[in-house]
């Protein structure tokens, strides 16, 4: 009786986590054609659930607009538009990418594993004396302040890619004990081979898609790969930081056919999970069909594998605490100009309905906010519920006797 009560246990327990993992899978898409142009991004769900966007300047903007390929999303300016915190666990991220004009200064990236601009913060004398927070459009400063042991780029943390007209640049942040401790390492790789010569320059939207399930990035233009970056298992932080944020220790990048192209020795790739961000810095960049599929299996459903059914995305990107606005100055490295007031939209300015805002002394970690409950996992509860009481009544309750 015994062993007939244990055998049902396991074959529910082996049900329930078979439902479960199947319905593992949240999926987001926005391709901004419900929309009229001029409407503030904010107000379509997606948006609202999983991004914000921060404008530096007068002349900064992130705005929905309808213009050679339909309705789009155009980032302009100095300008953020990022996840509202970070997207927990393996996920991929996919966007199209169209930058109508030559960008020979590099000023149009796509980030991964990057963290929320703020905590790190540090004096930086070639521009004014001003304190640089590290938005993903600002300048690094590193060069410039005297760093030898790696390049000088856009944004703090994370990885990301530039749509050259001619190549794609690849970049790794890291730490260095010289500059503003903020550097970057580079690699300049050729479009896929299946890009024919009249693609070239760019003159119509790429995809730009990423995996990540924090062992190993890869990284695919319009779903060839381009090349990927195994992380190491164990992680690091900086003191001179003084956040106590986690990176990972090191990062070994590989083109498409294996070879590696370099190895970053102290990255800042955010070791817990992933801010994503798109950012400008004096650019023009358009983005269209951004979608998420986030949880176990996602890198695989994305490759051709079996694909989990859910319903509409139940989770969210974690939400990060807003920290205080940046007083640094908005610059054209290594050029020096007058400081510039930054606008947020985050959060807690969306709608009325939205979430109260973090208090300041969280700044620092994470608020660890769990998305909506799915119903399909509260339904296969409540029928393991009724399937071993069941089984308790069969087993336990003696037959009478004829």
């Known amino acids: 009786m015994k062993k007939a009560f244990l055998t049902v246990i396991s074959i529910v327990l082996m049900l329930c986590m ?22 503030d991004p904010l107000m379509l769900d997606t948006v609202f659930d999983y991004f914000e966007y921060i404008t530096a300047t007068p002349d900064s903007a992130v705005e929905i607009v309808n213009e050679d390929f339909g309705n789009m999303l155009k980032i302009t300016g100095f300008s953020d538009f990022r996840t509202m915190g970070y997207i927990e666990g393996e ?27 703020g905590a790190l913060s540090k004096l930086n004398p070639p521009n004014a004396n001003s304190m640089n ?58 479009y896929p081979e299946s890009m024919a010569d009249e693609d070239m320059p760019l003159e119509k939207p790429v995809n730009v898609k990423y995996t990540d399930d924090g062992k190993e990035i890869k990284v695919y233009i319009n779903n060839n790969l381009l090349a990927r970056i195994a992380l190491s298992e164990d992680s690091v932080s900086y003191d001179s930081d003084e956040t106590g944020n986690l990176y990972y220790k090191s990062a070994v990048a590989y083109d498409a056919n294996g070879s590696e192209l370099f190895t970053t020795e102290n990255t800042r790739i955010r070791y817990e999970n ?10 023009t960049m ?3 069909n951004i979608s998420f599929t986030i949880g176990t299996g996602a890198i695989a459903a994305s490759e051709g594998g079996e694909e989990p059914v859910t319903e509409a995305p139940t989770e969210k990107a974690t939400e990060a605490p807003q920290t205080e ?7 054209e490295a290594p ?24 208090k300041a002394e969280d700044k620092t970690d994470p608020v660890k906010e769990p998305g909506k409950k799915n119903n399909t996992t509260l339904i ?23």
């Open 91 to 117: 996920y991929v991220f996919s966007v199209d990418v169209y930058t109508p004009e030559a960008d020979p200064g590099r000023r149009c990236n796509i980030f991964v594993r990057g963290e929320v601009p």
């Open 286 to 288: 358009y983005v269209d």
């Open 18 to 39: 078979t439902v479960l993992s199947a319905s593992a899978l949240n999926k987001a898409k926005e391709d901004f054609e419900g929309a009229a142009p001029g409407t």
């Open 274 to 283: 992933s801010q994503i961000a798109m950012a400008t810095r004096a650019g």
């Open 380 to 402: 296969i509860v409540i029928i393991a519920a009724v399937v071993i009481v069941a089984a308790l009544v069969f087993i336990f309750i003696p037959k009478k006797k004829k």
């Open 335 to 358: 050029q020096t100009e007058a400081p510039h007031t930054e606008e947020q939209k985050t959060e807690e300015q969306k709608t009325e309905a939205a979430k109260p805002e973090t």
């Open 133 to 190: 927070v590290f938005n993903y459009y600002e300048w690094d400063w590193y060069n410039e302040n005297g760093g030898a042991d790696g390049k000088s780029e856009i944004g703090g943390t994370g990885v990301f890619v530039n749509l050259g007209d001619l190549d794609i640049k690849l970049v790794v942040k890291k730490y260095a004990e010289d500059g503003l401790t903020v550097a970057s390492d580079v690699a300049l790789l050729d």
């Open 325 to 331: 606005a940046p007083t640094e100055k908005v610059t």
